[in-house]
């Protein structure tokens, strides 16, 4: 199986400019898509193991139960073109149950992240043609060609990442995604659901301590990465689902009166103010199909878990 990476050149980011924009603004605001260095990635995948969070170990049992079905749906001959490269076993699972696929594209900013989730799968699924693409998948995109067997476009989007975008930018991203899969294509997408309060805030709010410690490393990774001196002692983990936006809303809590310096600027923050970190989305049966509406695609089938904690959508022009 051929595996040369198609290098879209994105754009590198500018952290001390991003961090200093979202610090200009009231309230203050960092941008959740740093919270995944190594250290972050290493704690990501330790909340995915701790008893309250939910979410990934659902998907996974989801996926099991609902594959056979869910091939069904998608057809023979799939691309599969996986937005971000960190599932893993998911995309295993896909794979192993689609009938025939031909092709897999999985697009991520990280060259090492798309080249090593290649190389691991070419060894499970030598017949499978790998297409790595190099690209921030936010931005407008063109793929690859794979071989003229690819009946179908599947872009893959497990783990309720959708959940992180505010509700423009899920829209942006969906209908870049109509454009990735062509008028005969589908998406295959995560998300997890409205339910009890007490269960979701208890999967953001875990009690050994591991989501407030991924939280507050973003910090950390400024610190490290462009010198600014937060001091982690300071700030704590605050999440609470404010159900009339859908959403757990993550900040970061000023502790006491401080100043922190960042890129050559002083920012101040009172006792008690707050600087918000990430959204995490839920959705309910309209919410999302208002959602997918509105990016010009149509829920055509949707799996969920025995309890509606979780589910798995599928989207067609
Ligand atoms: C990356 C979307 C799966 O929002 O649930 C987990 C990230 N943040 N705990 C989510 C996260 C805090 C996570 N996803």
Redesign the pocket.
């Known amino acids: 199986a051929r595996s040369a990476l198609t290098d879209l050149r994105p754009q590198p980011d500018d952290i001390a400019a991003d961090a200093v924009t979202g610090l200009s603004r009231t309230p203050k605001a960092l941008p959740s898509k740093y919270f995944y260095d190594a250290e972050g990635s290493r704690l ?1 995948e330790a ?1 995915t193991r701790v008893p309250e969070y939910y ?1 990934t170990r659902t998907e996974l049992a989801l996926l099991e139960d609902k594959l056979p079905a869910i091939a069904q749906a998608i057809g023979p001959g799939a691309h599969v073109v996986e937005y971000g490269s960190g599932s893993g076993r998911k995309t295993e699972l896909l794979l192993e149950h689609l009938r025939d696929p031909v092709a897999y594209t999985p697009i991520e900013i990280s060259r090492t992240a798309v080249l090593d989730a290649t190389a691991r799968l070419s060894v499970h699924f030598p017949q499978i043609e790998m297409l790595p693409v190099c690209a921030d998948f936010t931005k407008p995109l063109t793929l690859p060609k794979a071989s003229q067997r690819a009946q179908r476009t599947v872009v893959f989007f497990p ?3 959708l ?2 975008f505010a509700n423009d930018s899920a829209q942006a991203l969906l209908a870049g995604m109509r454009q990735t899969m062509g008028p005969n294509g589908c998406a295959l997408i995560g998300v997890d659901l409205d339910k009890d309060t007490a269960l979701i805030e208890a999967a ?1 709010n875990d009690a050994a301590g591991v ?1 407030a410690a ?1 939280t507050l490393n973003l910090l950390a990774r400024l610190n490290r990465e462009i010198g600014s001196d937060f001091d982690l002692e300071a700030f704590r983990h605050h999440a609470v689902y404010v159900r009339e936006r859908l959403r757990i809303e993550t900040c970061l809590v000023s502790q006491r009166a401080q100043q922190v310096h960042v890129a050559g600027k002083t920012f101040a923050f009172a006792a008690g103010e707050a600087m918000q970190v ?1 959204y ?1 989305h839920k959705y309910t049966d309209a919410s999302f199909a208002t959602l997918a509406e509105s990016a010009g695609l149509k829920v055509t089938h949707g799996w969920n878990d025995a309890r509606d904690w979780f589910g798995l959508r599928l989207l067609q022009p």
């Open positions: 990501f909340i979410l783990g309720s990442t959940g992180n953001y989501t991924f990430e995490s």
